[in-house]
Structure formats: structure tokens, C-alpha cells
């Protein structure tokens, strides 16, 4: 039973160009949720998904920033023109209800050059 | 505003030793959660606390919820080295958003 599966790993880019960063839910999780964590941080809040739905995105900075969970296939967490201040880690967590308890996964860590 | 400051940042005991951490946040809430994340990964939910509950076992871990006080302690007995991680206390906000703190890092000595 495969958890959440994020992927790449490690993504580094160059400043100005996209991050495209992939998460696949648990098995019969239509619930998903975006974070952000900086070094020696907790994670903050980005976005709440559910199926091709925006449930909250609360978290997400106005610009460059985009998130989408289609009917098929894994959510995406698309940054353009990325700057130095994006460097992170990005968390997706998933849950079969929305009263549930989150499962993560084990994150991206996005270094931009 | 920040919720779920976890107190202490940084502890370092020996193993076999109990450890305690503490959050508190600001908010009312239907329910506290405390999570665990070991160097370079995803967190890992360890045990969800309700408003109406006071205490909660689960194995080595012992939880506590003060309403009143809007804090928490996270207890873990007899520590092993592989307790070793950071430890977060979260509350949920709006249509189920966690708020996290910003973690105790804890260190199991050998």
C-alpha cells in the first residue's frame, strides 16, 4: 500500500524558470494539501485540494504560484519564474475525508540557483 | 499568527529518559495533533487529541490537552535513539488547513 509519493526529490533550477513539482495521493485519498518548509521552520499552509476543486488556497502567494489536482493523474504544484526565496521544501499530504488525519510525503526540496 | 508554539526548541536527553514537549496555541479547537518528522522527511502523525479529551496513551507516547490553557505536552517514556527527530503540534483552521509550530528538535544521546 504505497503512501504519498512525491516527486522529484531534488529539484534545483535556475532563477526565472519553472518548478513543476508532482504528488500522487494515497490509494482512495481525494484530499489533497500543499505545505512549505524552510530550514529549522515548520510547515506553513499553501493549499487544499480536492478533485479538479480549489478547496482553500489560504496559503498561496498571489503570483507565480499555481496548484491543481486533475480528474486524472497526480496534483502539480507549479511555481513560475522562480527566485532565490522559493528554495524550500514542499510537502503534499494526502487524506481520505476531510475530518482525517494527513499522510505525507517525503517532500521535494527545491534549490533555485 | 503563529499557533502551536512548541517549548522547548531543542532538547537532548539520554536514552531511556523521558522526554516532554510542550505546545500551546491560540485559537479554539476541535482537535490537536502531534506529528514527527525525521531528518529529510515527510512528516508521520503520531496521535490526534479532541477538545473534549484530556489524555491519550498510544504506546510510549502520552498526550495531554489543557482547554483552559490552550496547551498541550507530548510525553515519550523510556526514549530510544530512535525517537531522535523533530516533533510539531498542529491545530486545524478553516476547511482543514494544519497550523504548525515551529517543532522541538529532539536528540536521543546513546
Known amino acids: 500500500n504505497a503512501g504519498v509519493m512525491q516527486n522529484p526529490r531534488h529539484l534545483v533550477r535556475r532563477r526565472g524558470q519553472e518548478a513543476r513539482l508532482r504528488c500522487s495521493p494515497m490509494k482512495g485519498h481525494s484530499h489533497v494539501y500543499w505545505y512549505r518548509q524552510l530550514p529549522e521552520e515548520g510547515l506553513k499552509f499553501m493549499v487544499y485540494?480536492?478533485?479538479?476543486?480549489?478547496?482553500?488556497e489560504s496559503g498561496m502567494p498571489k503570483e507565480r504560484f499555481s496548484a491543481e489536482f486533475p480528474k486524472e493523474g497526480p496534483s502539480i504544484l507549479r511555481i513560475q519564474q522562480v527566485v532565490r526565496g522559493d528554495s524550500a521544501a514542499y510537502f503534499c499530504a494526502s487524506s481520505p475525508l476531510a475530518n482525517q488525519p494527513q499522510h505525507f510525503g517525503d517532500g521535494t526540496r527545491l534549490s533555485i540557483l | 499568527s503563529q499557533q502551536g508554539e512548541e517549548d522547548p526548541q531543542a532538547l537532548s536527553i539520554q536514552e531511556g529518559e523521558n522526554a516532554t514537549m510542550n505546545c500551546s496555541y491560540k485559537?479554539?479547537?476541535?482537535?490537536l495533533q502531534w506529528y514527527r518528522q525525521n531528518s529529510g522527511r515527510g512528516l508521520v502523525h503520531l496521535i490526534l487529541?479532541?477538545?473534549?479529551?484530556r489524555e491519550k496513551h498510544s504506546g510510549r507516547l502520552r498526550v495531554t490537552l489543557d482547554t483552559s490553557k490552550k496547551s498541550s505536552s507530548l510525553l515519550i517514556t523510556a526514549s530510544r535513539a530512535a525517537d531522535t527527530a523533530s516533533y510539531f503540534c498542529?491545530?486545524?483552521?478553516?476547511?482543514?488547513?494544519?497550523?504548525f509550530g515551529q517543532g522541538t528538535r529532539l536528540t536521543i544521546n546513546p
Open positions: 487529541i479532541r477538545s473534549n479529551e
Open positions: 485559537t479554539s479547537i476541535n482537535n
Open positions: 485540494l480536492q478533485k479538479e476543486n480549489i478547496i482553500d
Open positions: 498542529a491545530t486545524v483552521q478553516g476547511a482543514q488547513k494544519l497550523v
